[in-house]
């Protein structure tokens, strides 16, 4: 289990190596200043387990519970980006994991709701955002099908390698709504994103080579 907050403290170590990190990913092509803002906001660390604060602000995924990983935060910043999102945006993530990425959407002040599928992750994560003070609505369950009581979606983004969920996906988008997915096999994937433009209507474009952990689920890689 993760620690408690009254453990957690973001101490001005961590706000420098904070700092650093998103000095870094500006140099990697981050620009969105609202991204940019809430990368510098939130603590990573708080989402690690306390032992392995230390490798909270690398430019690194971390493996975490159930098989799972925290993103790199390059990857969190890039999809994030590409989301393009304004405030108030109702955004879907398919795949809460420690929390993290779901923390950076709601402080960038989106209304967030997550789906997991790995209990003991979505216990852990839904417990950390609500200690940490991030207001998002977490979900048990499989993301693969999406949430579509709760859209349409201004924005919906996949956090693991998934066959392409885009066409199950897409039609719980508003128009000028964007989903981001890696798309690809279990070992090399493509960031797609999907645009809804009017109607029934989409643009797909392709941003670059990422590696995830597969996707789970009724239209993953597996059950």
């Given at each position: 289990m993760y620690a408690k907050i009254?453990?957690?403290?973001?101490?001005?170590?961590?706000?420098?190596?904070?700092k650093r990190l998103v000095e870094s990913l500006q140099s990697k092509g981050i620009t969105d200043e609202?991204?940019?803002?809430?990368?510098?906001?939130?603590?990573?660390?708080?989402?690690?387990?306390?032992?392995?604060?230390?490798?909270?602000?690398?430019?690194?995924?971390?493996?975490?519970?159930?098989?799972?990983?925290?993103?790199?935060?390059?990857?969190?910043?890039?999809?994030?980006?590409?989301?393009?999102?304004?405030p108030g945006a109702?955004?879907?993530?398919?795949?809460?994991?420690?929390?993290?990425?779901?923390?950076?959407?709601?402080?960038?002040?989106?209304?967030v709701y997550s789906i997991e599928r790995v209990e003991e992750l979505f216990r852990s994560a839904a417990e950390k955002l609500k200690e940490c003070g991030y207001p998002v609505n977490v979900f048990l369950g499989d993301g693969t099908v999406g949430l579509p009581s709760k859209g349409p979606f201004d924005g919906i983004i996949v956090t693991a390698a998934a066959p392409d969920l885009a066409e199950h996906l897409k039609v719980q988008l508003k128009t000028g709504g964007r989903l981001v997915l890696p798309v690809g096999d279990q070992s090399f994937q493509k960031m797609v994103l999907i645009e809804r433009l009017v109607d029934n209507k989409?643009?797909?474009?392709?941003?670059?080579d990422f590696k995830f952990v597969p996707l789970i689920g009724k239209y993953g890689w597996t059950n």
């Amino acid at each position: 289990m993760y620690a408690k907050i009254y453990t957690l403290e973001d101490s001005y170590k961590y706000k420098g190596q904070r700092k650093r990190l998103v000095e870094s990913l500006q140099s990697k092509g981050i620009t969105d200043e609202r991204v940019i803002q809430a990368m510098l906001s939130v603590p990573r660390h708080f989402f690690f387990p306390e032992a392995f604060w230390s490798k909270a602000y690398d430019d690194a995924a971390f493996p975490i519970e159930g098989g799972q990983t925290i993103s790199q935060p390059f990857t969190v910043a890039f999809q994030t980006q590409l989301l393009a999102l304004k405030p108030g945006a109702r955004v879907l993530e398919i795949g809460t994991g420690s929390g993290y990425q779901a923390a950076v959407l709601s402080a960038m002040g989106a209304e967030v709701y997550s789906i997991e599928r790995v209990e003991e992750l979505f216990r852990s994560a839904a417990e950390k955002l609500k200690e940490c003070g991030y207001p998002v609505n977490v979900f048990l369950g499989d993301g693969t099908v999406g949430l579509p009581s709760k859209g349409p979606f201004d924005g919906i983004i996949v956090t693991a390698a998934a066959p392409d969920l885009a066409e199950h996906l897409k039609v719980q988008l508003k128009t000028g709504g964007r989903l981001v997915l890696p798309v690809g096999d279990q070992s090399f994937q493509k960031m797609v994103l999907i645009e809804r433009l009017v109607d029934n209507k989409y643009r797909r474009t392709e941003h670059g080579d990422f590696k995830f952990v597969p996707l789970i689920g009724k239209y993953g890689w597996t059950n």
